[in-house]
């Protein structure tokens, strides 16, 4: 799947989502990079950039930020509070710490622009983390 959002400022939007969720991410060519994630590509796009495809599309403006949630399977709550410390320290915000919601470990965070994250650590994601780090011999 592939999604793209419009940004404000294409330098500081990379430098949030490598520094701050330490993600790879292409380097900025043509108006936008792109953040590779299991099955999703979100590409990145200057305003302008991503106008140019709204206005191909008929409908001529950008989506309202937050009007979507990201959400991301994480394999710990230390990491799912890391990546929230990260987010801040790179300009994105949270509404407040992480906590248990609905059986899993979740925080929210926004990104520079106010697109919006959901960090989730549950059994699942724990067991799968679990699971790769015993595959590479780091863990049980």
């Given amino acids: 799947m592939i999604v793209a959002v419009p940004v404000a400022d294409l330098d500081r ?9 330490e993600v790879d991410a292409s380097d900025i060519d043509g108006g936008m990079f792109v953040v590779e994630l299991p099955n999703l590509s979100l590409f990145l796009m200057s305003r ?19 009007g ?7 394999g710990t709550r230390a990491e799912v ?34 697109h919006a994250w959901e960090l989730v650590c549950n059994e699942h994601t724990a067991a799968a983390a679990r699971l790769k780090a015993a595959a590479e011999g780091a863990g049980p």
């Fill in 13 to 21: 939007s990379l430098r949030f989502y490598r520094e701050g969720l």
């Fill in 48 to 66: 302008q950039e991503y106008a140019g495809y709204a206005d191909r599309l008929g409908t001529g403006n950008a989506p309202v930020p937050g």
């Fill in 68 to 74: 979507c949630i990201f959400s991301a399977a994480i």
């Fill in 81 to 114: 509070d890391e990546a929230l410390a990260g987010a801040v320290r790179a300009g994105g915000s949270i509404p407040g710490p992480a906590g248990e919601v609905d059986g899993g470990y979740m925080g929210y965070l926004t990104d520079p622009d106010g």
